[in-house]
């Protein structure tokens, strides 16, 4: 059976309409500029591209007077619920600047980065490991 092609939009939109709008598009990879509450983060991977279970870091840049106070980043696997067996650690270096050492993608796959600034945070997704 051939469907119209109005049958197949609505179908479409229905699909799209019936998904919970996520957070995140994990789909959506590899963008490394975002925005947690008034900040502008951006972020680049120690070696880029990503290695494969092996330490990395991740050196932010941070754009917004007055700095946050606290400075955090975390990873996870959405589709498996969990996370990385790393805890990283951040260190100020000065001027927006921050490094998180102690990052480790132990799977490849779909994985999202999420940089807390204060109570605000933003959320990247990217893939573990080109
Ligand atoms: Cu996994």
């Not at 229905?14 to 994990?26: E, I, N, Q, R, Y």
């Not at 498996?80 to 650690?89: A, E, F, I, L, S």
């Not at 921050?98 to 994985?111: E, I, K, N, S």
Request: charged fraction near 20%; charge should be negative.
């Amino acid at each position: 059976m051939t469907q119209a092609p109005a049958t197949r939009l609505l179908l479409a939109a229905t699909l799209l309409a019936c998904a919970p709008s996520p957070h995140v598009d994990t789909e959506t990879t590899d963008i490394r500029v975002g925005q947690a509450g008034p900040w502008a983060v951006q972020w680049a991977p120690d070696p880029d591209p990503l290695p494969y279970n092996e330490p990395f870091a991740l050196d932010l840049i941070v754009d917004g007077e007055p700095l946050p106070t606290i400075v955090q980043v975390r990873a996870d696997m959405p589709e498996h619920g969990h996370g990385m067996p790393t805890d990283p650690v951040v260190t100020a270096l000065g001027d927006g600047r921050y490094r998180a050492d102690g990052m480790l993608f132990q799977m490849t796959g779909a994985w999202r980065i999420v940089v807390n600034l204060d109570s605000e945070e933003a959320v990247f997704g990217v893939t573990c490991c080109p």
